[in-house]
């Protein structure tokens, strides 16, 4: 149980020294830019517990620094390994400046990549014991057989295949067999075809024959049903020619007749128009007088309606009375006829009581 603590602190403390060897890299690749970069080192390092190292280098950077070229170069005396040795002490700077360690070259990338994976295998092979040697030859022997399995599997996939390609080749053969079938089938009723076609040739050669010969008989009675027309179109054409001449001459003479009718209508117009004119004056002069008749006649109109309204309301009014004093009439003798009956009825009616008070006395 000793030996396992006092082996697993050995091998931490390699895996330490590893680690600040590599962080201890790192500041130094990082060294070059921070020392070509006094301001920016200062602005970093001010305030913090690491400003102490400022002044020396800014010291060393004015007296020792020399140009050769473009690489600045460091003289190799105390003041300069002291403030190297301070660096690589205090490692932990170089986490200040992470845009530097981003703009780091390829080649001090590589260098630290290269130094962290020998660190990931020396931790591989310092922590390895035999308990995961033995694990791992398990993993293998079961691994190994796997692998017997899987070349099982293949010869039986291999096999397997092979009988499938003589399969294939014995079914390749009978559809070449096939195909060599249809092929005869093919060729034989292209054949079959070419006759057929020939056939046909002939038929349509025998028909083109047969209706050039009566295209050649159609055209020649259609040419002499043409001559025929043509003789008839122009014994038309003459014909209509002198109709025509004779309408033409028609015309003019209707024309000449149309000429002297209008000279006529308009000498016949003339004595109309005047005649029209003095019938206007005439006119004219009679409704002058018409008007001043119509204005008397207007007002003796007026007059003689008044006189009418008046006749007719007094004619009215008499009417009017003489109805009044025929119904006054009227009743009074309606009123004496009944007066008279009553009475006459009053006397029969007390001669009747009195006879009969003179039968019960």
């Known amino acids: 149980m000793e030996g396992s603590a006092l082996r697993t602190l050995r091998i931490e403390c390699v895996l330490k020294f590893l680690q600040e060897a590599i962080e201890i890299v790192k500041i130094s690749v990082l060294l070059p830019k921070?020392?070509?970069?006094?301001?920016?080192?200062?602005?970093?390092?001010?305030?913090?517990?690491?400003?102490?190292?400022?002044?020396?280098?800014?010291?060393?950077?004015?007296?020792?620094?020399?140009?050769?070229?473009?690489?600045?170069?460091?003289?190799?005396?105390?003041?300069?390994?002291?403030?190297?040795?301070?660096?690589?002490?205090?490692?932990?700077?170089?986490?200040?400046?992470?845009?530097?360690?981003?703009?780091?070259?390829?080649?001090?990338?590589?260098?630290?990549?290269?130094?962290?994976?020998?660190?990931?295998?020396?931790?591989?092979?310092?922590?390895?014991?035999?308990?995961?040697?033995?694990?791992?030859?398990?993993?293998?022997?079961?691994?190994?057989?796997?692998?017997?399995?899987?070349?099982?599997?293949?010869?039986?996939?291999?096999?397997?295949?092979?009988?499938?390609?003589?399969?294939?080749k014995w079914r390749m053969a009978a559809t070449a067999i096939y195909l060599l079938k249809i092929e005869n089938d093919l060729a034989y009723k292209k054949w079959q075809n070419n006759v057929r076609i020939q056939n046909e040739i002939t038929k349509c050669s025998r028909a083109m024959r047969t209706n050039h010969r009566n295209s050649l008989e159609k055209q020649k009675e259609l040419e002499e049903q043409l001559q025929i027309a043509r003789e008839a179109y122009a014994k038309l054409t003459q014909k209509h020619l002198l109709e025509e001449q004779d309408a033409r001459n028609e015309k003019n003479k209707l024309l000449l007749q149309l000429q002297s009718l209008v000279k006529k209508y308009d000498a016949n117009m003339g004595d109309v128009i005047r005649e029209n004119l003095v019938l206007q004056d005439q006119y004219m002069v009679a409704k002058k007088e018409l008007d001043k008749f119509m204005v008397v006649y207007r007002r003796e109109e007026a007059v003689y309606n008044d006189i009418v309204v008046r006749r007719e309301q007094e004619e009215r009014r008499r009417q009017q009375q003489r109805l009044v004093v025929f119904m006054m009439n009227r009743a009074a003798s309606k009123i004496q006829k009944y007066w008279r009956k009553w009475r006459k009825d009053q006397r029969k009616k007390n001669k009747r009581l009195k006879k009969a008070k003179k039968g019960k006395g």
Request: net charge positive.
């Open 34 to 168: 921070l020392f070509a970069d006094p301001p920016n080192l200062r602005r970093v390092l001010e305030g913090t517990s690491y400003e102490e190292i400022l002044k020396p280098v800014e010291d060393l950077l004015e007296s020792h620094m020399t140009q050769s070229g473009s690489e600045p170069t460091f003289p190799i005396d105390h003041q300069t390994i002291r403030i190297l040795d301070y660096f690589q002490k205090n490692y932990q700077i170089y986490k200040f400046f992470p845009q530097l360690m981003r703009n780091l070259s390829d080649r001090d990338r590589t260098l630290i990549a290269s130094l962290a994976l020998l660190l990931d295998i020396a931790k591989e092979h310092l922590y390895r014991s035999s308990k995961s040697e033995i694990s791992k030859e398990r993993m293998l022997h079961q691994m190994y057989h796997k692998n017997e399995d899987i070349r099982k599997r293949l010869h039986n996939v291999r096999r397997d295949l092979t009988k499938r390609r003589v399969m294939e």
